[in-house]
């Protein structure tokens, strides 16, 4: 078997994948910047964010069914295509000093649509690409890469718009589209398998998560997972600030923690299922991580921080370990024909769990404080990982292949 490194065309998906996410990730900050030059107010910027975000759940389902008619690698050229194009219309924009709200949250919608479409196309692209054996390991170091990708983007975008401003930023990320198109151009046309019957509608994905048992008890777990780690999201930042007395950078500085253990759980998570198989190994990333999330709602002043550092960054290699190998589970498990709609169908549900939690979050911290609302979540974490040792995971090694 050839290594992954060797692999010309998976080197350069796996480049565009990467120069994508960064791009994508400081576009989230350059849209809000221009916004705020441009003296828009704070509501103003929070409709960026939704207009961004609401693709997801608008589209979702109906990605997942073009991605499985459309050649993934035709839709990540064309959504390259789009969102360099878009980009660079708000950077020209700001430049002349024309730039409107009306153009800054359609732009956000643009790239947001995007964005869903390319999470999907390059999630469903990697078959056609990468053998079938080492589809695992393709996903593993694609995750790394992009976890780092969104770890340090932030801090890239800073320094960008730092020394470009917020229209420097919009063409940096306008540049990494335009590299993320160059690279999967390169990969020229895949070879097309014989044609098979594909499963009819766009509820297709959805109704097969459903009824699947391992399907449907992976997706459960992982929307439970995100609904909680959302719920913990929506108020550490209060918590840190307001209840343990952090400054902002020493704050921002525990936060990175569990970006940090995602790459680390990207990174790991290879060698986890080699020794332990892919069934065995989600159970033991599950269910060796989530406890530690209990430690986050402990945390107080003083040394009592690390307890915050140490929870995050279990609590980000046990999600991203997991999501790695369920991932890459889904394409060695799931028919071609119907793998973006499943796909599609798993985005939606953890998706919409995500800003449930966040609300879940609010609501809690309003009616009984901060601290028991992180209990909440790290309860919640738990739980999620306990439904998955009670399912059906528990009684094979190995998840799975398709026949």
Same mark, same amino acid.
């Given at each position: *078997?050839?290594?992954?490194?060797?692999?010309?065309?998976?080197? #350069?998906? !796996?480049?565009?994948?990467?120069?994508?996410?960064?791009?994508?990730?400081?576009?989230?900050?350059?849209?809000?910047?221009?916004?705020?030059?441009?003296?828009? +107010?704070?509501?103003?910027?929070?409709?960026?964010?939704?207009?961004?975000?609401?693709?997801?759940?608008?589209?979702?389902?109906?990605?997942? !069914?073009?991605? &499985?008619?459309?050649?993934?690698? =035709?839709?990540?050229?064309?959504? &390259?295509?789009?969102?360099?194009?878009?980009?660079?219309?708000?950077?020209?924009?700001?430049?002349?000093?024309?730039? @409107? *709200?009306?153009?800054?949250?359609?732009?956000?919608?643009?790239?947001?649509?995007?964005?869903?479409?390319?999470?999907?196309?390059?999630?469903?692209?990697?078959?056609?690409?990468?053998?079938?054996?080492?589809?695992?390991?393709?996903?593993?170091? /694609?995750?790394?890469?992009? !976890?780092?990708?969104?770890?340090?983007?932030?801090?890239?975008?800073?320094?960008? *718009?730092?020394?470009?401003?917020?229209?420097?930023?919009?063409?940096?990320?306008?540049?990494?589209?335009? +590299?993320?198109?160059?690279? *999967?151009?390169?990969?020229?046309?895949?070879?097309?398998?014989?044609?098979?019957? =594909?499963?009819?509608?766009?509820?297709?994905?959805?109704?097969?998560?459903?009824?699947?048992?391992?399907?449907?008890?992976?997706?459960?777990?992982?929307?439970?997972?995100?609904?909680?780690?959302?719920?913990?999201? @929506?108020?550490?930042?209060?918590?840190?600030?307001?209840?343990?007395?952090?400054?902002?950078?020493?704050?921002?500085?525990?936060? @990175?923690?569990?970006?940090?253990?995602?790459?680390?759980?990207?990174?790991?998570?290879?060698?986890?299922?080699?020794?332990?198989?892919?069934?065995?190994?989600?159970?033991?990333?599950?269910?060796?991580?989530?406890?530690?999330?209990?430690?986050?709602?402990?945390?107080?002043?003083?040394?009592?921080?690390?307890?915050?550092?140490?929870? @995050?960054?279990?609590?980000?290699?046990?999600?991203?370990?997991?999501?790695?190998?369920?991932?890459?589970? =889904?394409?060695?498990?799931?028919?071609?024909?119907? #793998?973006?709609?499943?796909?599609?169908?798993? /985005?939606?549900?953890?998706?919409?769990?995500?800003?449930?939690?966040?609300?879940?979050?609010?609501?809690?911290?309003?009616?009984?404080?901060?601290?028991?609302?992180?209990?909440?979540?790290?309860?919640?974490?738990?739980?999620?990982?306990?439904?998955?040792?009670?399912?059906?995971?528990?009684?094979?090694? &190995?998840?799975?292949?398709?026949?």
């Amino acid at each position: *078997m050839s290594s992954l490194t060797r692999h010309r065309r998976f080197r #350069l998906v !796996w480049t565009g994948s990467t120069a994508e996410t960064l791009g994508l990730t400081v576009a989230t900050v350059a849209l809000p910047l221009a916004a705020t030059e441009a003296g828009a +107010s704070a509501a103003v910027v929070a409709l960026l964010a939704a207009a961004a975000a609401a693709p997801a759940l608008l589209f979702g389902l109906a990605g997942g !069914w073009l991605v &499985d008619h459309v050649p993934p690698r =035709r839709v990540i050229l064309t959504c &390259d295509a789009v969102t360099a194009l878009t980009l660079l219309t708000v950077a020209l924009a700001a430049w002349t000093q024309a730039l @409107s *709200m009306v153009h800054l949250v359609l732009a956000a919608f643009v790239v947001g649509t995007s964005a869903l479409l390319l999470s999907l196309a390059y999630r469903t692209v990697l078959p056609s690409i990468v053998p079938s054996a080492q589809l695992p390991d393709a996903t593993a170091r /694609m995750q790394a890469t992009e !976890w780092t990708a969104r770890a340090g983007g932030p801090g890239i975008a800073g320094l960008v *718009m730092q020394l470009a401003g917020a229209a420097g930023g919009a063409v940096f990320a306008a540049v990494t589209a335009l +590299s993320s198109l160059i690279t *999967m151009a390169a990969t020229g046309p895949a070879k097309l398998a014989a044609p098979r019957e =594909r499963p009819r509608g766009i509820l297709a994905g959805a109704r097969l998560v459903l009824r699947d048992p391992l399907l449907r008890a992976v997706t459960i777990t992982t929307a439970l997972a995100a609904f909680a780690r959302a719920l913990t999201q @929506s108020v550490q930042v209060v918590f840190l600030v307001r209840e343990v007395g952090l400054t902002a950078a020493t704050a921002g500085v525990l936060l @990175s923690a569990l970006g940090l253990g995602g790459v680390l759980g990207a990174l790991v998570t290879p060698l986890l299922t080699r020794r332990f198989g892919t069934a065995q190994g989600l159970l033991v990333l599950q269910a060796g991580t989530a406890p530690f999330a209990l430690l986050v709602p402990l945390t107080g002043s003083g040394p009592g921080i690390a307890l915050f550092a140490v929870g @995050s960054l279990a609590v980000g290699i046990g999600l991203v370990g997991s999501n790695v190998i369920t991932a890459g589970w =889904r394409l060695t498990y799931c028919q071609p024909e119907i #793998l973006g709609r499943v796909t599609a169908a798993v /985005m939606t549900l953890v998706n919409g769990a995500a800003p449930l939690g966040a609300l879940a979050g609010a609501a809690l911290a309003a009616s009984f404080g901060v601290r028991p609302a992180l209990w909440a979540g790290a309860v919640g974490l738990s739980l999620a990982a306990l439904a998955l040792l009670l399912g059906p995971v528990r009684g094979v090694r &190995d998840l799975p292949r398709r026949d």
